[in-house]
C-alpha cells in the first residue's frame, strides 16, 4: 500500500511560480513511476508529466513543455513539480499518480494510487 500527500499549492499571481511536492510512504516508492495530472474546473483531468522510477526519463504533455519541470528523489520518497510563468489558465486541483513498474506513463485509469489534491489558484 503506498499513500500520496501533495503539498505546495496555493494563491499565485500570474508570472509566479510554484513548487509542489508528493510525499510517497512505504518503501518501494522507486518501483514507481510517478506522474502529475491537474484538473481545471469543469473540465476532465488531464496529463502534466511524468518521470520513470529511475528517474532519467521524463515526459510532458506538449502544452506544458517548457515551463512545468518534473523531478524526484528517491532517497526522501518524494516527487515534485516545479512550475513556472503561471497564469490563470492553470488554475486546477493537482494531483500526483504512482504507477508501479510502469516504463513509460501510462493512460490516467493505469495508476495504482493517487494522492488527493492540492489546490492551485492563479491570479491575473
Known amino acids: 500500500q503506498v499513500q500520496l500527500v501533495e503539498a505546495g499549492g496555493g494563491l499565485v499571481q500570474a508570472g509566479g511560480s510554484l513548487r509542489l511536492s508528493c510525499a510517497a510512504s512505504g518503501r518501494t516508492f522507486n518501483a514507481y513511476a510517478m506522474s502529475w495530472f491537474c484538473q481545471p474546473p469543469g473540465k476532465e483531468r488531464e496529463f502534466i508529466a511524468g518521470i520513470t522510477w529511475t528517474g532519467r526519463s521524463t515526459y510532458y504533455a506538449d502544452s506544458m513543455k517548457g515551463r512545468f519541470t518534473i523531478s524526484r528523489d528517491n532517497a526522501k520518497n518524494t516527487a515534485y513539480l516545479q512550475m513556472n510563468s503561471l497564469t490563470p489558465e492553470d488554475t486546477a486541483v493537482y494531483y500526483c499518480?504512482?504507477?508501479?513498474?510502469?516504463?513509460?506513463?501510462?493512460?490516467?485509469?493505469?495508476?495504482?494510487?493517487w494522492g488527493q489534491g492540492t489546490q492551485v489558484t492563479v491570479s491575473s
Open positions: 499518480a504512482a504507477a508501479y513498474g510502469a516504463l513509460t506513463p501510462p493512460g490516467p485509469n493505469a495508476y495504482d494510487y
